[in-house]
C-alpha cells in the first residue's frame, strides 16, 4: 500500500503462501516415508496419472508427456533448476536411475546412499501443453541413518538453566573395517565433531566443537575420544544453546563416516523459573516423618547441577539438586529456597515447611525415649528385688545405717551387733 506520504507506505508481511498444485485430476501417489541405512540402494516406487487431454478454444488436445523429473526439496524441477534426474539431460548422476516412463509410472532408485539424500524428493510432469504441466509437492521423504554396524547412542532429553554447566553422555560404534577391491581397510577415526541444528556436521557447516579446529568456544568441551565416547560438556548455558545437538565422525574411508540421528534435544530455560517440588502435597509434617525437595526450572528436573539450600536465608551444606530431610523436628521448620550456586539471580519461590510441635503425652512415641524408659524400670525393679532379699535375710532389726545402693536409691541394713560403733 503506497500513500501521498512515503512514512505511511508500507508492504504486509509475512504474506500468504499459496502452493500450486496440478491441474484437475492429476496427481502422484508417493510411498510412506522411507528409512534406509547409508551406502545402500532404495526405491522410491510411484505412479502418476497425467490429463489426458486439455481443451483449447473448443478443441479438444491430446496430452502428450515430453519430460518427467525428480529432484531434492526446496526446487520444484523446473527446467534451469537442480535435479537428481532429467530425462532430457545427458548428465545425470548415475546413483539416481529412473525405473519408470513416460506414461504413469515414476518410480527412482537410488544407490550408494548419501547423508545428503536425507531430504524430501518430488516428481515433476512436463507435457506439451503447460496447463497439464506439474510438480506434485508432496513428495516423498528419504531418511538416510548411518551405514550398518554404525551407532551413536544418545541420552534422554537434557533440560539446563542458563549459565549451568550440562552434560551429554555419548557413545558410538564405528565400523572396524571395510573391505573393497583391494581387500579390508582397517578404519581409523580421524575426526570428531558436535553441531547444533545442523542434520549432518559436515565440514561445510559450523560446528560447536570440531577436533581438527583451534578455533573452538571454550564452553563446549569434548570430554570424549575417537575409540566410542563422544561426551560433550556445555558450561556457562545460553539461550543459543536450545536447539539439538548430533555427533559425526569422520574416518579414513568415506563409507565409515556418519553423522548420528536423531540427535540429543537440548532444552534451555530462565533460571528465574526455578521452583521447589516437594514429594508430599502439602508443608504440613509430624515428628518423625521425612521428604525430599526437588529444585526444578519450569516443567524439566534440574540434573547435574550444583544447587544451594536455604532455609529462612540461612545456606544449608546440600549442594545436590534434591534435599533429604529424614526424621522431622520442630528445627527443621522454615522457608526453603533453592538456587544455582554460581548464579544468586536463580533463587527459587521459597517452599514453606512445618513439623507440627510435639504434644503432650506423646514423647514416649520417641523410640529413644522408649529404650531409656525400659532401662529405667528395669533398673527399678532389680533394686526392689536385690532390697527384699536382703531384708528377708534380716533377722533382727534394731538400728539401722544409711547407705546408698545401686544408683543411689535408698536402702536400710541392720546393724551386726558385734560391729564396734
Not at 548422476?93 to 537410488?110: M, S
Request: proline share 5%; with cysteine; net charge negative.
Amino acid at each position: 500500500m503506497e500513500t501521498n506520504d512515503p512514512r505511511a507506505s508500507f508492504t504486509g508481511p509475512p504474506g500468504v503462501r499459496i502452493p500450486i498444485a496440478g491441474a484437475l485430476d492429476q496427481c502422484v501417489n508417493y510411498p510412506d516415508p522411507v528409512w534406509a541405512v547409508k551406502g545402500s540402494t532404495v526405491t522410491l516406487p510411484c505412479s502418476f496419472t497425467p490429463l489426458k487431454s486439455v481443451i483449447d478454444n473448443g478443441r479438444e488436445v491430446v496430452i502428450e508427456v515430453v519430460r518427467v523429473a525428480w529432484c531434492k526439496s526446496p526446487h520444484i524441477c523446473q527446467t534451469g533448476t537442480p535435479s537428481v534426474y532429467d530425462s532430457e539431460s545427458n548428465n545425470n548422476d548415475p546413483r539416481y536411475r529412473y525405473l519408470g516412463d513416460k506414461k504413469g509410472d515414476c518410480t527412482l532408485q537410488i544407490s550408494d546412499l548419501q547423508e545428503e539424500d536425507d531430504t524430501t524428493f518430488r516428481f515433476r510432469v512436463e507435457t506439451n501443453d503447460s496447463r497439464a504441466t506439474f510438480t506434485d509437492q508432496s513428495g516423498v521423504r528419504v531418511r538416510v541413518i548411518g551405514a550398518l554396524g554404525l551407532s551413536v547412542n544418545y541420552p534422554d532429553p537434557v533440560c539446563g538453566v542458563v549459565g549451568s554447566t550440562v552434560n551429554l553422555p555419548c557413545s558410538f560404534t564405528p565400523l572396524k573395517s571395510v573391505v573393497d577391491d583391494a581387500g579390508e581397510v582397517l578404519i581409523e577415526v580421524i575426526r570428531v565433531v558436535w553441531c547444533n541444528n545442523h542434520e549432518f556436521c559436515q565440514v561445510s557447516t559450523t560446528s560447536v566443537y570440531d577436533s581438527k579446529s583451534n578455533k573452538n568456544d571454550p564452553r563446549y568441551r569434548y570430554l570424549g575420544d575417537k575409540k566410542g565416547d563422544c561426551t560433550l560438556q556445555i558450561s556457562d548455558l545460553q539461550e543459543k544453546d536450545d536447539a539439538t545437538f548430533r555427533f559425526r565422525m569422520e574416518a579414513n574411508d568415506s563409507r565409515a563416516t556418519f553423522t548420528g540421528q536423531p540427535g540429543v534435544r537440548v532444552t534451555v530455560v530462565d533460571g528465574d523459573q526455578m521452583k521447589i517440588r516437594s514429594s508430599r502435597d502439602d508443608g504440613e509434617f509430624k515428628r518423625g516423618e521425612e521428604v525430599t525437595l526437588n529444585c526444578s526450572a519450569a516443567s524439566c528436573t534440574i540434573h547435574q547441577l550444583e544447587v544451594s539450600w536455604f532455609r529462612d536465608g540461612h545456606a544449608l551444606c546440600e549442594s545436590g539438586p534434591a534435599l533429604h530431610l529424614g526424621y522431622l523436628t520442630a528445627k527443621d521448620s522454615g522457608n526453603y529456597t533453592c538456587g544455582l550456586k554460581r548464579n544468586n539471580r536463580t533463587l527459587s519461590v521459597p517452599y514453606s515447611l512445618h513439623v507440627g510441635a510435639e504434644e503432650e503425652g506423646t514423647k514416649s512415641s520417641d523410640p529413644l525415649l522408649a529404650v531409656h524408659l525400659l532401662l529405667f524400670t528395669l533398673h527399678t525393679v532389680l533394686i526392689v528385688i536385690v532390697t527384699g532379699i536382703i531384708i528377708k535375710r534380716s533377722a533382727e532389726s534394731c538400728s539401722c545405717i544409711y547407705i546408698s545402693l545401686l544408683s543411689h536409691v535408698p536402702v536400710f541394713i541392720p546393724q551386726n551387733k558385734y560391729i564396734s560403733k
